[in-house]
């Protein structure tokens, strides 16, 4: 059976995680049969499947059943001949791990059960998504995401199998019986509970969830936990389509709503299927905005543990030849904060300043992709903005207090009021709700 699952772990001769694999493995199909995507178990579908670590061995393509997938284990291999040195914290400098010490067990293993929490997660809220797919295209894309959302389980579950005993085994269970959005046992991230009901939410969520994705997972691949720093990396290749759905998945609805508004009766999308440009907006300033909570506290004793105690590095941190401190002891970030009924500057010391500096590098990157869309409809005098890092929150420095979109401090009525006016209401959620009329013939999209 250890033949179907491919892998450069030497599951075969690992008896100990054969066992683990054992009882687990029956659990997570039972799992997928129940929450990955609903129907088409029987379709065979054209997908992408890692079956090894040479070059091109991640993307193999064939034709096969979902719950028939080919789910493996891949650690990217070190560079042959480079003796893998610590590139950041304490321990720069000295080798890295190939086992977990003792010390920071707890702090990783914690690290990889949230991170683990999110594939499953993901998949469970995206399940419904196959029967209103608006191409066959979009629909291989869904659940190519989906299949390697579990493949990502899979890879943090081989760590908690090989690495933390009991402990470990214990996590992988209770990663299968969390549920997005249940009241009893939700998942660990709140941005994990949100529905992601139709096609705008699901670009939305891989445009911003599966981003945050990646640079949690690339400060990851930074970590002095060799087995850790290798299977992140390799799950970042795979990411990558996850980012490209929802990116261009938006930039598509964007061009269909430029097209439309040529033509529309008072430039209303409305009335001929179309979704108005505010809508989008409104969708990027929920998710957008869920998705920055994700990165916890711009000012955080954790954040300056895991870097101190080399677990979890910066974005590129040993590539990016701008961080010349790997230590980061001296030095502080300026954060602008809110307090006493004023904007102020915060000198957070380095360290505890890593999630927001990890946050920067988010944000950039999706201004970057806002500007594309931008390019879209700039010819029917449209702009996309991304919201102020303050809006919005319920994690971080700026939780406490009321921001606009423009990171203005607002009254909690004025906050409410912005609310309504500028996310989605049942209203509007219907309406783009009623557009989501399933295409499944060969060569047709709803977007013509
Ligand atoms: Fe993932
Ligand atoms: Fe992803």
């Not at 065979?44 to 090894?52: D, E, F, G, Q």
């Not at 006493?340 to 201004?367: K, T």
């Not at 929150?393 to 979109?405: M, T």
Request: hydrophobic content about 35%.
């Amino acid at each position: 059976m250890w033949d179907n699952i491919p892998n450069n772990v030497d599951l075969d001769n690992d008896k100990k995680l054969q066992k683990a694999l054992m009882k687990w493995l029956p659990n997570y199909l039972e799992w997928w049969n129940e929450m990955g995507p609903s129907d088409f178990a029987a379709d065979k579908i054209y997908l992408r499947t890692a079956i090894s670590v040479e070059k091109g061995g991640w993307a193999h393509f064939d034709y096969v059943k979902m719950p028939e997938y080919r789910w493996g284990i891949f650690l990217t291999p070190p560079h042959k001949g480079v003796e893998k040195k610590i590139g950041f914290g304490d321990y720069m400098g000295q080798d890295t791990w190939d086992t977990v010490p003792g010390e920071f067990r707890h702090d990783l293993r914690r690290m990889i059960v949230t991170q683990a929490d999110t594939e499953p997660a993901s998949v469970e809220q995206q399940r419904v998504l196959g029967h209103t797919a608006p191409s066959l295209y979009d629909l291989r894309n869904l659940f190519q995401v989906n299949v390697e959302e579990g493949r990502h389980l899979w890879a943090m579950v081989y760590l908690l199998h090989r690495f933390f005993g009991r402990d470990g085994r214990e996590e992988a269970e209770e990663l299968l019986e969390r549920r997005s959005g249940d009241s009893d046992t939700p998942r660990i991230l709140e941005a994990f509970n949100k529905p992601t009901q139709d096609w705008l939410a699901f670009y939305c969520f891989a445009m911003f969830m599966d981003r945050d994705g990646k640079f949690q997972l690339g400060s990851l691949a930074e970590s002095a936990f060799e087995p850790l720093a290798r299977t992140t990396t390799f799950m970042l290749t795979e990411e990558a389509h996850h980012l490209f759905v929802g990116e261009s998945g938006l930039s598509r609805v964007i061009r269909r709503t430029t097209e439309l508004m040529k033509t529309a009766p008072d430039e209303d999308v409305t009335k001929v299927g179309g979704i108005p440009f505010e809508i989008i907006q409104k969708y990027i300033n929920e998710w957008f905005s869920a998705s920055i909570d994700l990165f916890g506290s711009e000012d955080s004793s954790n954040a300056a543990n895991y870097f101190g105690h080399s677990l979890k590095g910066r974005w590129h941190e040993t590539r990016d030849k701008d961080i010349t401190d790997h230590v980061a002891l001296e030095g502080h970030y300026n954060l602008p904060v809110w307090e006493n009924g004023r904007l102020s500057n915060r000198e957070v010391p380095m360290r505890r300043a890593m999630n927001a500096v990890l946050l920067n590098e988010y944000h950039q990157d999706c201004e970057r992709a806002c500007k594309r869309w931008n390019k879209i409809c700039a010819e029917v005098g449209f702009e996309f903005k991304i919201p102020s890092l303050k809006f919005n929150r319920n994690q971080g420095v700026y939780a406490s207090d009321n921001f606009d979109l423009e990171g203005n401090n607002v009254t909690e009525a004025q906050f409410d009021a912005i609310m309504s006016k500028h996310t989605p209401s049942e209203k509007e959620y219907a309406y783009v709700q009623s557009l989501m009329q399933p295409v499944f013939e060969h060569g047709r999209s709803q977007t013509g």
